[in-house]
């Protein structure tokens, strides 16, 4: 038997803790597994669409993995896209992600350096995928040893990103396996991305110079990389790619898009390489006719050829902390969708990670129990909801705290069911904005239609895009205490309020397994997600009005 213990704590900020006690069948039961898809080219995020489907089955060569945490790319999405129509993907449905860590759980035959058991990082068949879900089937070939100091999200960050790196440097004739290279001066552009932290980085451990770009806000980040010049791509030198020093450019990494061979060339060092890491129709052209023309200067478009050998290397390195890997936002396997737009926005600072809990109660589902028990009452006493921009008539503000009356139980088999949608929000990073003077009355109601009975209305809405920092492991601000009797309020020295809620759970003959997790909503947030909801209803009403 598990059970559910949420705790919330009202003021400034508030605070909820939800500890989840529940249980999972082991891999030896289970059949089906949860996934990510989508059915074919284009939709973006919104086409991928929560799945079952069965559990994969390794071949000769190949590992069964658990995954941990899998890391989204932008190669992920152009094949969505059709970049690569109609070579990839191989088949519909298709579950994207490649780069993964996880638990091996099963090996098929003929390998003998792994075994059950270990936790591995490995880098998937870009033809088949299966990274965004539970398990995944992975070559051996592609997999290394992930050492027991190495946190899951940090991991699953590399095998793409630092390998098209590792590579891209050799391609630019740096030799990466020293740090004695002849003086050699190397731009890096989008130096703040996934790909481009990480150049950063193993160029400076190769001793070269290096000039940068990215943006304003990742300046100082880029710097601490070791970046030698950053330059703010939107400055009118960083859009020249100057360098502050005057310095000639021997090679380039360019991991941006949008910049051709005219910007690079009267930077370029005679004999310079621009290394192309996103090629386009016109980057091929260019390395046509400068191999005609027998040109000095060269652009090169570059494909990833991953090898096991590069794999242990970069691990090896960020095991030694010679590298670091940047994470720009963590998400749960249920929030892919926003986790996938991120990414497709083109301004992640580092790497988007997905964690997979493993866990059968999804965090959507989680996500409505919360704005249920944030006020119980108002699945029967709710009204439609009033937006800062379009207010009615007053009436009173739900409190942000259960009342008494939460000593009443709802139905945990409606609560978690299967179906339970959670309407879409908009994304939010940590930390939340500076606090302002608090807005206790500003609110915002989900549509009735949005969820089913009992949580059909609950008095304002938020999203669980990395309000937590942890995936495993109790994280507590010592803000909520256990022990208290059920609906019992306390105290503590601090002012906060705190309220128990119980629910019990029975799963019979199933295994249990500790889910933990810490969730953070402040009042700031509360207006945020009340200007969000205002501004989706005009831009509602006004595609309707121009139906008309």
């Not at 070559?139 to 590792?166: C, I």
């Not at 030799?175 to 002849?182: A, M, Y």
């Not at 991953?306 to 929030?335: A, F, H, N």
């Not at 259960?402 to 009443?408: F, G, K, Q, Y």
């Amino acid at each position: 038997m598990g059970h559910i213990v949420a705790s919330f704590c009202a003021g400034f900020p508030l605070r909820r803790i939800l500890r989840l006690h529940t249980t999972r069948p082991s891999m030896a039961t289970a059949k089906t597994m949860r996934a990510v898809q989508y059915a074919g080219y284009g939709g973006g995020a919104a086409a991928l669409k929560h799945v079952e489907i069965p559990l994969p089955s390794p071949k000769k060569g190949e590992l069964l993995l658990k995954i941990e945490a899998a890391a989204i790319n932008p190669f992920d999405w152009k094949v969505q896209n059709g970049a690569l129509r109609p070579f990839l993907p191989s088949k519909f449905p298709f579950t994207p992600g490649v780069d993964v860590t996880g638990e091996i759980v099963e090996i098929g035959p003929e390998i003998n350096s792994l075994k059950k058991g270990d936790k591995v990082v490995s880098l998937l068949s870009v033809t088949t995928g299966g990274g965004l879900a539970e398990y995944a089937v992975a070559s051996s070939t592609l997999t290394a040893l992930r050492p027991s100091s190495m946190p899951p999200v940090t991991a699953a960050a590399l095998p793409t990103a630092a390998l098209t790196a590792l590579q891209a440097l050799r391609s630019a004739g740096v030799k990466t396996d020293s740090p004695s290279n002849p003086p050699t001066n190397i731009l890096i552009t989008a130096a703040s991305g996934g790909v481009g932290h990480f150049a950063v980085q193993l160029a400076k451990l190769a001793g070269v110079h290096v000039t940068a770009t990215c943006g304003a806000r990742n300046v100082d980040l880029v710097r601490s990389l070791g970046a030698d010049e950053v330059l703010d791509y939107k400055s009118s030198e960083g859009a020249a790619l100057r360098s502050p020093s005057g310095k000639k450019y021997d090679a380039v990494v360019h991991c941006a898009t949008g910049v051709g061979w005219s910007a690079f060339q009267p930077n370029l060092a005679a004999a310079a390489s621009v290394i192309d890491i996103t090629p386009g129709g016109r980057a091929w052209l260019t390395w046509v006719l400068q191999k005609v023309t027998f040109s000095k200067q060269r652009l090169v478009p570059m494909f990833l050829s991953p090898e096991r050998g590069d794999l242990e290397l970069v691990v090896g390195l960020l095991e030694q902390k010679r590298l670091r890997t940047v994470i720009d936002s963590r998400y749960p396997l249920e929030m892919a969708e926003e986790a996938w737009a991120k990414s497709m926005a083109g301004h992640a600072t580092g790497k988007v990670v997905i964690e997979i809990s493993n866990n059968p109660l999804l965090d959507r589902r989680l996500a409505s129990i919360v704005l249920y028990l944030l006020n119980p009452e108002a699945t029967q006493n709710a009204t439609p909801a009033a937006c800062p921009e379009h207010p009615s008539p007053p009436s009173p503000s739900p409190s942000p705290l259960p009342s008494s009356s939460c000593r009443s139980k709802p139905s945990p088999s409606s609560l978690f069911s299967s179906t339970l949608p959670l309407p879409r929000l908009p994304n939010l990073p940590l930390p939340p904005p500076p606090r302002s003077s608090p807005s206790q009355s500003i609110h915002s109601h989900i549509p009735p239609s949005s969820l089913p009975s009992p949580a059909s209305q609950v008095p304002f809405s938020f999203t669980l895009q990395n309000p937590y920092q942890s995936s495993t492991g109790f994280s507590a601000d010592g803000g909520c205490r256990e022990g208290l009797e059920e609906g019992q309020v306390q105290e503590p020295e601090s002012g906060i309020q705190q309220v128990d809620l119980n629910f019990e759970l029975e799963h019979p003959g199933e295994e249990e397994e500790d889910y933990e997790e810490v969730f953070v909503l402040t009042d700031e947030w509360r207006e945020f997600f009340a200007k969000s909801e205002a501004k989706r209803r005009m831009s509602k009403q006004k595609k309707n009005n121009q139906k008309r």
